[in-house]
C-alpha cells in the first residue's frame, strides 16, 4: 500500500531534549516535506527536500533539523525544544517539486512541556 | 507572496442538503492549482479535490464540486446531499506550479463544517 508513514504519533517531551520524528514514503517519491499545523493557522512549510541531499527552509524553520540521506526517509529533529514548538506535525511527498498531488502521513501530535 | 482566505470558520448544514465553502486567494501567477482538504477527527489531510488553473472546466468528484473563478480568484467547495462523515475540517490549499517556487501548499485557516442529522 502506497503510504507515508510518521512515528511517533504522540510524543510528550521536555523542553530541551533532543527528539526526532522519522518519516518514511515507499512511493519513490523525489519531494518531502514537513509541515506544522497550529489552531487558527493552518498548515505552514517548516522545511522541504527536493531530491536526497537537498533540503531547503520553508516558511517556519526556526528550531528545526533535516536530513535527506536516503530517498524515502525525511527525519525532522528539534535539537533543543521549546514549548511554541508543541504541534501537529504533517509530513508530506509527492513524485516531484512540480508534483500536484502530495500525499500526508497520518501526523504527529507533540507536546513540549 | 500568495495567501489564502477562508472566511467562513465554521459552518453547519442539516444531513441530505447542500453547502457552500469560500475560498478566496490572491497571486500573481497564471499557472497554478488549488486544492480542497479535508481533516476528519481523526487528523488525517485528505485530498479531496484539485483544479488546475489552466481548466476552465470546475472540477468534479462525486458529490463535490467547485465553483472556480479564475478572475475573481476565488474557489467554492460545493458538498451536495452532505453526509454525517462529510463532518470535518476543510482546507483550502494553493500550490505554483513550476520549479524555482519550494513546492509549498499554502494553507486557509480552515472551515470547521458541521452536519447535523
Known amino acids: 500500500e502506497a503510504q507515508v508513514t510518521q512515528n511517533p504519533r504522540y510524543l510528550i517531551t521536555v523542553t530541551g531534549k533532543k527528539l526526532t520524528v522519522t518519516c518514511s514514503q515507499n512511493m519513490n517519491h523525489e519531494y518531502m516535506s514537513w509541515y506544522r499545523q497550529d489552531p487558527g493557522l493552518g498548515l505552514r512549510q517548516i522545511y522541504y527536500?527536493?531530491?536526497?541531499?537537498?533540503?531547503d527552509k520553508g516558511d517556519v524553520p526556526e528550531g528545526y533539523k533535516v536530513s535527506r540521506k536516503e530517498k524515502r526517509n525525511f527525519p525532522l529533529i528539534l535539537e533543543s525544544p521549546s514549548p511554541n514548538q508543541t504541534s501537529l506535525y504533517f509530513c508530506?511527498?509527492?513524485?516531484?517539486?512540480?508534483?500536484?498531488?502530495?500525499?500526508f502521513g497520518p501526523g504527529t501530535r507533540l507536546t513540549v512541556t | 507572496a500568495q495567501t489564502v482566505t477562508q472566511s467562513q470558520p465554521e459552518m453547519s448544514v442539516q444531513e441530505a442538503e447542500t453547502v457552500t465553502l469560500s475560498c478566496t486567494y490572491d497571486?500573481?501567477?497564471?499557472?497554478?492549482?488549488l486544492f480542497w482538504y479535508k481533516q476528519p477527527p481523526s487528523r488525517q489531510m485528505i485530498l479531496v479535490i484539485r483544479q488546475e488553473a489552466y481548466k476552465q472546466q470546475n472540477a468534479t468528484e462525486n458529490r463535490f464540486s467547485v465553483n472556480f473563478q479564475k478572475a475573481a480568484k476565488s474557489f467554492s467547495l460545493k458538498i451536495s446531499d452532505s453526509q454525517l462523515g462529510d463532518a470535518a475540517m476543510y482546507f483550502c490549499?494553493?500550490?505554483?506550479?513550476?520549479?524555482?517556487?519550494?513546492?509549498?501548499?499554502?494553507f486557509g485557516k480552515g472551515t470547521k463544517l458541521s452536519v447535523k442529522p
Open positions: 497571486t500573481s501567477e497564471s499557472d497554478y492549482y
Open positions: 527536500s527536493m531530491n536526497v541531499e537537498v533540503t
Open positions: 508530506a511527498s509527492s513524485l516531484s517539486l512540480q508534483g500536484y498531488e502530495q500525499y
Open positions: 490549499a494553493y500550490k505554483m506550479n513550476y520549479g524555482g517556487s519550494q513546492g509549498n501548499l499554502i
